[in-house]
């Protein structure tokens, strides 16, 4: 079974640049999140989708960072205008969701450096 | 609001002895608890979810256990191998959302030759 594809595994941008994380959940998940890892830090939830919905997207800095999730499959996060403090792994995750969750499987992550 | 706490940060062990990792959380109304691995570079590995009415979870070499009573999960790998090195986080689903995790900052494990 093939397991959440992510790409690209690294990027470098400078500040106030914008950038793009994509993300393939493993098939038949409904839920999918987004995750910041800082060094150092355990992940921290930017958002969740149930299917094409948003669950949860209280720590999503808005006025800088967005996500789609259309048709309810594969999703994109995006960064614009990055900050130095963007730098980070963003990591998505999925899940057959419901009310508890259930085990949740990660993809490799995406390394972001904002120089 | 939970908090999940893993102590300590970072862990040195010779190959061989048994590795005990600890999680900690402070609200002991969970559905289930999830034990990750983090390799450098990579992303997150589950290795065991342990369900609330669980008292512990098996496979292989690894052993998680749960007392929701006193806040508190173990995670025991016997037998540590240098393969074993990497960082292991702890997850808790919060009860707001669904199927969130509040996360530990990791324990980061080397298993020296």
């Known amino acids: 079974e093939a397991g959440v594809a992510q790409s690209p595994r690294y990027k470098i941008i400078e500040k106030r640049q914008s950038v793009a994380f994509w993300c393939n959940p493993i098939?038949?998940?409904?839920?999918l999140y987004w995750y910041q890892q800082i060094l150092g830090q355990g992940p921290k939830l930017l958002i969740q989708?149930?299917?094409?919905?948003?669950?949860?997207d209280s720590q999503l800095p808005k006025d800088r960072f967005s996500a789609e999730r259309l048709k309810g499959v594969d999703s994109t996060l995006k960064i614009q205008p990055a900050k130095l403090e963007d730098s980070a792994v963003y990591l998505c995750?999925?899940?057959?969701?419901?009310?508890?969750?259930?085990?949740?499987?990660f993809g490799e992550g995406s390394r972001l450096t904002v120089l | 609001k939970q908090e999940v706490t893993q102590i300590p940060a970072a862990l040195s062990v010779p190959e061989g002895e048994n590795l005990v990792l600890n999680c900690s959380f402070t609200?002991?109304?969970?559905?289930?608890l999830q034990w990750f691995r983090q390799d450098p570079g990579k992303g997150l590995t589950s290795l065991l979810l342990i369900q609330s009415s669980q008292r512990e979870q098996t496979s292989g070499r690894l052993n998680a256990s749960l007392d929701k009573s006193s806040g508190r999960s173990t995670l025991y790998i016997a037998a540590s191998q240098p393969g074993d090195s990497a960082t292991y986080l702890c997850a808790i689903p919060t009860t707001d959302s669904w199927g969130k995790l509040q996360f530990g900052a990791g324990t980061q494990v080397v298993v020296t030759p």
């Open positions: 995750a999925s899940s057959f969701g419901g009310r508890v969750g259930g085990e949740l499987f």
């Open positions: 989708f149930q299917n094409n919905g948003v669950v949860d």
């Open positions: 609200d002991s109304a969970i559905y289930n």
């Open positions: 098939s038949g998940h409904a839920t």
